[in-house]
């Protein structure tokens, strides 16, 4: 009798394994699918990691590209230095309403002494930028991250008054990287190393140029791969929290995802953003019902996807080597149904 109650259940043991097993296998043949459909639109190379329950569940490597690979970034960087930020915040040592003139003087001078880190971080800071994505990759021409922040403070023209018109730029978050280097009086590299990089175990990632005489740029400036950009969306994923080591604190998590500017509020986005509405540092894709954000995203113009659905409880990095043509949001989202079909659950 003991012996058929042992050998029932381990029939019914391989039958729930061998479920599972197929399972995973229907659901890693979908994601598949979809990224293999949208090659002729992402790139001959692509490199995918979906990550859920603490690990990384799915990984899919096409022509050149390995989940190791590190690439340029673009705007992605954005999230890093906006972490970076709030180190400080919860130290302390700097308040998000802070007025920049407070660290960097030349701002007053200049009639721009009443910009915050906030609105560098929310692109509020109403300093003529950029336009156009040919102006937003453009080299950086300057020397050092101080000679780059002071030219804005001396030689942009205010376009509105801070804090009243939402218009995409690299400009804020290279000023807020600025007000970090003085604080702390470390450059930008070595704080992003010491508080981001190195806790969080991306070991391929840095913001440090090919050209040593080029200035770093916080906001469109890093390389990573998207195993590395993985480990930085587990933290968030998780709270803050990465191989139980607190990277960020809960409320500063939250403050990340929280709303700052509605997409009807937006007066320049590029077009893979526009219509979009954003909360610190981050795009918001989706909200629930009562309107906070469940998906959130950094997309970079040059098609890296970094992704994390708050509500399913995984996040999701597509690197690409180089664009065939203009960057579609809607290729991004229909991988992303994709996804949600195998996760599942409902996000009202």
Same mark, same amino acid.
């Given at each position: 009798?003991?012996?058929? +109650?042992?050998?029932?259940?381990?029939?019914?043991?391989?039958?729930? !394994?061998?479920?599972?097993?197929?399972?995973?296998?229907?659901?890693?043949?979908?994601?598949?699918?979809?990224?293999?459909?949208?090659?002729?639109? !992402?790139?001959?190379?692509?490199?995918?990691?979906?990550?859920?329950?603490?690990?990384?569940?799915?990984?899919?490597?096409?022509?050149?590209?390995?989940?190791?690979?590190?690439?340029?970034?673009?705007?992605?960087?954005?999230?890093?230095?906006?972490?970076?930020?709030?180190?400080?915040?919860?130290?302390?040592?700097?308040?998000?309403?802070?007025?920049?003139?407070? /660290?960097?003087?030349?701002?007053?001078?200049?009639?721009?002494? /009443?910009?915050?880190?906030?609105?560098?971080?929310? %692109?509020? +800071?109403?300093?003529?930028?950029?336009?156009?994505?040919?102006?937003?990759?453009?080299?950086?021409?300057? %020397?050092?991250?101080?000679?780059?922040?002071?030219?804005?403070?001396?030689?942009?023209?205010?376009?509105?008054?801070?804090?009243?018109?939402?218009?995409?730029?690299?400009?804020?978050?290279?000023?807020?990287?600025?007000?970090?280097?003085?604080?702390?009086?470390?450059?930008?590299?070595?704080?992003?190393?010491?508080?981001?990089?190195?806790?969080?175990?991306?070991?391929?990632?840095?913001?440090?140029?090919?050209?040593?005489?080029?200035?770093?740029?916080?906001?469109?400036?890093?390389?990573?791969?998207?195993?590395?950009?993985?480990?930085?969306?587990?933290?968030?994923?998780?709270?803050?929290?990465?191989?139980?080591?607190?990277?960020?604190?809960?409320?500063?998590?939250?403050?990340? %995802?929280?709303?700052?500017?509605?997409?009807?509020?937006?007066?320049?986005?590029?077009?893979?953003?526009?219509?979009?509405?954003?909360?610190?540092?981050?795009?918001?894709?989706?909200?629930?019902? %009562?309107?906070?954000?469940?998906?959130?995203?950094?997309?970079? !113009?040059?098609?890296?996807?970094?992704?994390?659905?708050?509500?399913?409880?995984?996040?999701?990095?597509?690197?690409?080597?180089?664009?065939?043509?203009?960057?579609?949001?809607? !290729?991004?989202?229909?991988?992303?149904?994709?996804?949600?079909?195998?996760?599942?659950?409902?996000?009202?």
């Amino acid at each position: 009798m003991l012996m058929t +109650t042992i050998i029932k259940t381990s029939i019914v043991a391989l039958c729930i !394994l061998s479920f599972q097993t197929a399972s995973s296998q229907i659901d890693t043949t979908a994601i598949a699918d979809r990224l293999m459909r949208s090659r002729e639109k !992402l790139g001959k190379d692509i490199a995918f990691v979906l990550y859920k329950n603490g690990k990384i569940v799915y990984k899919k490597e096409i022509g050149k590209l390995t989940i190791k690979t590190p690439l340029p970034i673009g705007a992605s960087s954005q999230w890093l230095t906006t972490a970076l930020v709030l180190t400080f915040v919860q130290e302390g040592k700097l308040s998000l309403d802070d007025k920049v003139s407070t /660290y960097l003087p030349i701002f007053t001078k200049y009639y721009k002494g /009443y910009i915050t880190i906030r609105q560098c971080l929310t %692109h509020f +800071t109403g300093i003529q930028s950029e336009q156009g994505i040919t102006k937003l990759l453009q080299k950086n021409k300057f %020397h050092t991250l101080e000679e780059e922040v002071n030219e804005f403070a001396s030689k942009r023209d205010i376009q509105t008054n801070a804090g009243t018109e939402f218009r995409y730029s690299n400009v804020g978050f290279n000023i807020a990287a600025r007000v970090l280097e003085v604080i702390s009086k470390k450059t930008f590299d070595r704080l992003i190393q010491d508080r981001i990089i190195r806790p969080l175990a991306m070991k391929n990632t840095t913001f440090s140029n090919e050209n040593y005489n080029d200035a770093l740029n916080p906001a469109i400036g890093a390389k990573s791969s998207a195993a590395d950009f993985t480990n930085f969306l587990a933290m968030l994923l998780n709270k803050g929290t990465f191989n139980n080591r607190p990277i960020l604190t809960e409320s500063s998590v939250s403050l990340m %995802h929280t709303l700052t500017t509605e997409a009807s509020q937006v007066k320049y986005a590029p077009a893979p953003v526009s219509r979009l509405s954003y909360a610190l540092g981050e795009w918001i894709l989706e909200t629930n019902a %009562h309107g906070k954000a469940t998906v959130v995203a950094v997309p970079s !113009l040059q098609g890296t996807w970094p992704m994390i659905d708050l509500c399913r409880g995984y996040a999701c990095v597509i690197f690409t080597n180089e664009l065939p043509g203009e960057q579609n949001r809607n !290729l991004y989202m229909d991988i992303k149904a994709t996804i949600d079909d195998i996760v599942g659950g409902n996000c009202q």
